[in-house]
């Protein structure tokens, strides 16, 4: 059964907060494509026959396309999401999103948000609102619905992505079909939960990883690029980001964290420069570990004195990478690679 509060006391128990995404958008004519258009309210109210409004207290964060996310964005959002669960009054937060970047929203709200109980869910849709299949007011009521259950406080997990009927763990979860109306998947690791009608099952424990703290005001935005090992990378391949003076770069290796010769000698000049080199495996499973030889092997890379990203796919490296080394306070060189892994290392 939905829990249902009585709003006498005034205060709303759940934050539904809106920040854009396709579950908001529509055709406009001048710009040939679909954009955000729907108002957080319109999207509310939308849902009213199956939800108890007076339980819910809405924030429009934002009205973007979530490939326009970005640091200010993350940032401010899980100050904000932090901000909601720190109230007594408040059960759980429900935010609205574009699935593009969902994942590394979630992800980085995983690593910085303080919640052992309270749920913070995060769905969106893969149709448009005039789409007969539009899938955003099952997805919003299910994600809702997860907040109000009280197994799912019980279950303490933290954030999670509900969509179509699936609850997934940031650590785990991908976007793996561009237009699916099921696109996301938590592959062999699994889901941690699924929606029944009028409950959850739930089917794994969710991992909880290291809380990253944010700093108290946001005085730099790094920006940490993602490059790809290849058959052809060449010496030159980092050069830009020598001469801009980048502070970090994600490097995706082949399997275990090996690259061709020539990117070896790239990241060793690189290194040279003072950027910081992190490296994780390009595998969706395992992660990367020193125990190949020779020039561009993961031994010679950990040499080089690269952080090995343990299990950390790029996106969660660039997370990490971007929160740690903005952070002066965090910067131990010895404590670094804590941060470095899904696990919570001892
Ligand atoms: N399904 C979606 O929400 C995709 C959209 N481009 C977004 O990420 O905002």
């Known amino acids: 059964m939905l829990r249902r509060f009585s709003s006498q006391s005034g205060n709303a ?103 052992p109980k309270k749920p913070v869910v995060i769905t969106g849709a893969m149709r448009v609102v005039t789409n007969s299949d539009y899938d955003g007011k099952a997805n919003i009521t299910n994600a809702i619905k997860q907040v109000s259950y009280p197994e799912t406080v019980l279950h303490g997990h933290g954030v999670s992505i509900n969509f179509a009927g699936k609850i997934h763990s940031p650590v785990n979860v991908h976007k793996e079909h561009s237009f699916a109306i099921d696109p996301f998947s938590s592959g062999s690791f699994g889901l941690i939960g699924m929606m029944h009608t009028s409950r959850i099952d739930w089917l794994n424990n969710p991992k909880k990883s290291l809380v990253i703290p944010l700093p108290d005001k946001l005085e730099k935005v790094i920006s940490v690029p993602i490059i790809h090992a290849f058959p052809g990378a060449c010496t030159d ?80 490296a660039m997370v990490v990478a971007t929160l740690v080394f903005h952070n002066e306070k965090l910067l131990d060189k010895n404590e670094l690679s804590k941060y470095f892994s899904n696990k919570i290392l001892d």
């Open 13 to 115: 128990r759940i934050i539904v907060i809106t920040t854009g995404g396709t579950i908001v958008q529509k055709f406009d004519k001048d710009l040939g494509g679909y954009v955000p258009k729907t108002s957080g309210k319109e999207l509310i109210e939308s849902i009213s026959s199956e939800i108890n409004l007076e339980t819910i207290e809405l924030i429009e964060f934002a009205m973007i396309d979530s490939r326009a996310v970005d640091l200010k964005f993350l940032y401010n959002l899980s100050k904000l999401v932090q901000q909601k669960i720190d109230d007594n009054f408040v059960d759980g937060i429900v935010i609205i999103h574009g699935t593009d970047t969902m994942e590394i929203t979630a992800y980085f709200l995983h690593r910085t948000i303080n919640s």
């Open 237 to 316: 391949l980092l050069d830009g980001f020598i001469q801009n003076k980048y502070q970090a770069l994600i490097v995706v290796a082949y399997g275990s964290g090996n690259v061709n010769n020539n990117m070896y000698y790239a990241i060793k000049k690189a290194t040279e420069h003072g950027i910081r080199i992190v490296l994780v495996t390009n595998c969706k499973y395992g992660g990367v570990y020193a125990e190949y030889g020779g020039i561009g092997g993961n031994q010679s890379l950990r040499d080089l004195g690269v952080i090995m990203a343990d299990d950390l796919n790029p996106y969660q």
